[in-house]
Nanobody, 126 residues
Framework: QVQLVESGGGLVQAGGSLRLSCAAS??????????MGWFRQAPGKEREFVAY????????AYADSVKGRFTISRDNAKNTVYLQMNSLKPEDTAVYYC?????????????????WGQGTQVTVSS
């Protein structure tokens, strides 16, 4: 079992920045044995992939909509994954979730992730 707790969401003006954190805890496999992903869900829309990072952090990928603006990173010593969000747009408004996947390689498919956090709200005003 892995418990994931997101933090760092809030209200920001367009063009601003936020840094989301996701802290992992619980028994079992160590944090570095999980690929991590960030997903988001806007009101009335399906959940969508935002970014993922490999176990060691040497491989990352982003949705086209956030590429060049968002950066995913992890600190395995702190059992934490981050999402730095810059140049935020109103269309980035959503609940953001982090997720853990015990597979060897990360995926954009949310259905493959084993554990999910409760989400943190990000609201970008125009």
């Amino acid at each position: 079992q892995v418990q994931l707790v997101e933090s760092g969401g809030g209200l920001v003006q367009a063009g601003g920045s936020l840094r989301l954190s996701c802290a992992a805890s619980g028994p079992g496999r160590t944090f570095s044995n999980y690929c991590m992903g960030w997903f988001r869900q806007a009101p009335g829309k399906e959940r969508e992939f935002v970014a993922y990072i490999s176990r060691s952090g040497d491989s990352t990928a982003y949705a086209d909509s956030v590429k060049g603006r968002f950066t995913i990173s992890r600190d395995n010593a702190k059992n934490t994954v981050y999402l730095q969000m810059n140049s935020l747009k109103p269309e980035d408004t959503a609940v953001y979730y982090c997720a853990a996947d015990g597979a060897l390689r990360p995926s954009r498919r949310g259905t493959l992730y084993d554990y999910w956090g409760q989400g943190t709200q990000v609201t970008v005003s125009s």
